[in-house]
């Protein structure tokens, strides 16, 4: 019984990295950007929330867990919104090739992330030392009282206030797809740029706005896996291959972020599930770890057997719009 | 400035790179008429009309609209002032239902949603009487709904000006009266209404005015009352046009392709040719009538290889040799007995042309097998896109010019330019001249003759009756799949096609066959 609690529980944790990157690449792709570059801009948002705790800690005598976690949350927000930004600026304005900027924003942003993470090691004296113990405390705050009760507590309170945040900014999400005017407008443009243009729309903006706000909910996963997955830290190349995760989720999902949130789990499970199952060799743990793209790809086949247009990719993902086209 | 006048424009020009799409145009559009705009293919309609809703901005000239001269920089401004486009090529979100299509783009109103929004759209469809279902996606749409549904957009946003570029090049005959009655009544309404077409008759029975434009150039308007289909065509094409088709006796026919009993059937399911039996004879042109979607597609296309048939023989006797199974050869096979298919489709685009590639290239896509070796020939394509390009007189700045940049009549010079090219034994095309006006349609007559003097056998789908029954010698009637019968072009009339066309009569003859 407490062995499945603790995994669910680390299936948890292991998802809601996943869910912030799967969550803010839909509404990019749904503006009709395909960005590749969310690994490289969920990197970017962890380690900017690192070094913001970081110096904010080593530059008072007793750091305030709750104003790190206020100059983290903001600085991992504003640099993985400018990571959104060379990307829009690259493809939306000058229509440059979307797969090559996104690869090229992912190699970028791993870079970005180990050598500033490195660098932060440095300067606390090695590999491993860096901690932002206080900050990191505040991101793991659970809610008190609901968490002590048994097998609920654990099970639905025992999370820092990130795992709330990444739930309900998918449902957040989903509703203004589904439910606003303003979201039926961000769907058009991934359609149909030129109609949406037709009727008024200004398709610059919406994809603009679309691929910031989104690189900057993707960056939050980063940050949730540098302050409360980690506790405040920094290991190289630790956040592996969650970013690609992430893209496979929004195809697993179908570009519906509510359904994120399980796939997000589900995923999560996967990806640890070799440490559960006992016995494995090496070479079947490996095999284990590809659980969630192949899931991934049943889904595509699934999905694409039933045509349902409702549940295709945006029309018009990948493509960039120039309005004088003939 | 007038303010009876809806919209005016003054000295309106646009450029595209070298291309002068409109060279200083004036328009003006009188409050709550029908104005026609006439013009050749290429000749700027379109690119007239995307100024005025924001598509395309002029590079030179004035706008007028109720005697106030404004600034049109978006589609957006363009409604603001009242203006509403209906496009050739619709612009839906197939996945969105028709009343969010229609909402798109606009702000909410306090508490308005989705149920609210299509309880408006439906009040707004009864009161014209369209037929549209204001919750149904657009991909469950037939064509001419996806039209009402552009139309009920441009209303619900309250236009006062309507444009509606070439409306009615997709709809049947029914549809078309249907389109119409409903501008009547909105011109009875109050509104402003502008029709883009080429269709003279039906200028002749809509409009209260035509304005004609020529290569970019604005020639003139006139009452419609005061014109003449004559007139008109003057005014259009520039020079007199002869309303004959040549049409040369059949020399040497003989038997060159004989089709049996063949039955196809589309992903869903439904029988798409029902037991077709016909023959082409060398040296003549076989028309193909019916209504869009009878079948004619699958009946080429299960010539050419290129459809499953559940069953049915399809027999080739090439000149002096020994018969050919074509049912049971593969494309490559087929084509090079000299079978050739040009299928020009509604977007002119989507068969048969790559349209990213230049003229050469797309030359290639018949020829690229002939190279020495590992490396293609470009010179041969090439010499002959040039000579297409010179013969058929197709406007583009070079043979390097992607085929997507030019117009779409110019478009359908290079693919029908291609087949013919090879010298076919058997030619197929299919809606040669569809969206071409009449100086290029007589173009591609002229190749089709040429062809037919050559002893090819050729078969021509077509749309309008009076050309087929002008050009071909004999016309096969397909309804519902199924062959109706088959005419001799000379004799036969259009009330006569026409009812075997909608099944009236042609069905003895479908169940009499042995």
Redesign the interface.
Known sequence: MNLILTFIQKAIGQGIAILFGASGEILIEKSGNLNLGIPGIMYMGGVSGLMGAFFYENSVENPNGFVGLLIAFAMALVVSALGGLIYAFLTISLRANQNVVGLALTTFGTGFGNFFGGSLSKLAGGVGQISVKTTGEAFRTTIPVLSEIPVIGPLLFSYGFLTYLSIILAFAITWFLTKTRKGLNLRAVGESPATADAAGINVTRYKYSATIIGAAIAGLGGLYYVMDYLGGTWIENGFGDRGWLAIALVIMALWNARSAIWGSILFGALYILYIYVPGLSRAMQEVFKMFPYLVTIIVLVFTSRRNKPENQPPASLGTSYFREER | MDTNYAIELKNVTKR?GEVVANDSVDLSLKKGEILAILGENGSGKTTLMNMI?G??FPDEGHIFVNGQEVTIR???DS?DLGIG?I?QHF??????TAA??I??????EKGQGMSRVEADVQALVDRYGFDMNPAR?I?DMSVSQKQTVEIVKVLYRGAEILILDEPTAVLTPQETERLFQVLKNMRDDGKSIIIITHKLNEVMEISDRVAVLRKGKYIGTVKTSEATIPSLTEMMVGEKVSLNIDRSEPVNSELRLEMKGVSCRNKEGTVTLNKASFAARSGEILGVAGISGSGQKELLESIAGLQHMEEGEIWYYPPGGEPQALHSLSVTEIRNLGVRLSFVPEDRLGMGLVGSMDITNNMMLRSYRNGKGLVTDRKTPEQLARTIIEELEVVTPGVTTPV??LSGGNVQKVLVGREISSNPTVLMVAYPVRGLDINYSYTIYNLLNKQKENGAAVICVGEDLDVLLELCDRILVLQGGRVAGTVDARSATKEQLGLMMTGTIGKEEAVNEP
């Not at chain 2, 612009?91 to 969105?96: A, E, G, T």
């Open positions: 595209f809703s598509i395309y978006s589609p957006k409604f486009m496009h612009k839906l979100v197939p996945i969105f969010e299509n909402v798109l783009g606009l702000p909410a996606k991909y997507r940049r």
